[in-house]
């Protein structure tokens, strides 16, 4: 699968293997929209850098690992049990976390794509009108991804 992570440009329905992330999707009021749910689909399996080994699919070299996203996305339930207008400071921290992981690796494709589309997320919801809204729709897309992750195998 070639999925390549593309800035969203007005068109809900990319062409060819592209999809789109829309940092919008985090602002809605009426909650995270279906296609959010399936990018994190098609994006927590392309973080498992899919190949087939034996007739099976497997993690790929350039896999992200769960722990990786589960040591992100834990991050993100503290700020959420503490309330995010009370953390937003370490909200704001969630992006030079992302920089030092994605150093750390050494910058492989599928790290590189989740700090980039994360880091548009982020500062979505930094900008946003209602932060606290789209802190949760961030909070939900990140579950469905690492939900997502791990249903395609991601170790």
């Known amino acids: 699968m070639a999925l390549e992570i593309i ?3 007005d068109r809900l329905k ?6 789109a992330l829309n940092p919008n ?3 809605r009021a009426e909650g995270l929209p279906d296609e959010a749910v399936r990018f994190a689909e098609y994006f927590g ?12 699919m497997s993690p790929g070299r350039d896999a992200l690992t769960t722990t990786q996203l589960r040591n992100f996305f834990s991050e993100i339930r503290r ?5 995010y207008t009370k953390n937003t400071s370490d909200f704001y921290m969630l992006k030079p976390k992302l920089a030092y992981a994605k150093a750390r690796v050494g910058g492989r494709n599928r790290i590189r794509d989740f700090v980039q589309g994360l880091t548009e997320l982020i500062n979505k ?4 009108e209602k932060p606290e809204v789209s802190f949760s729709n961030f909070t939900k897309f990140v579950e469905a ?3 997502y992750h791990k249903a395609y ?3």
């Open 7 to 9: 800035k969203y440009d």
């Open 14 to 19: 990319p062409t060819g293997d592209k999809v």
């Open 25 to 27: 999707w985090v602002i």
């Open 45 to 56: 399996k392309y973080l498992t850098d899919p190949i087939e080994k034996k007739g099976r």
């Open 79 to 83: 700020i959420q049990a503490k309330g």
């Open 125 to 128: 919801v930094i900008d946003s």
């Open 145 to 147: 991804t690492v939900a």
């Open 153 to 155: 195998g991601g170790k």
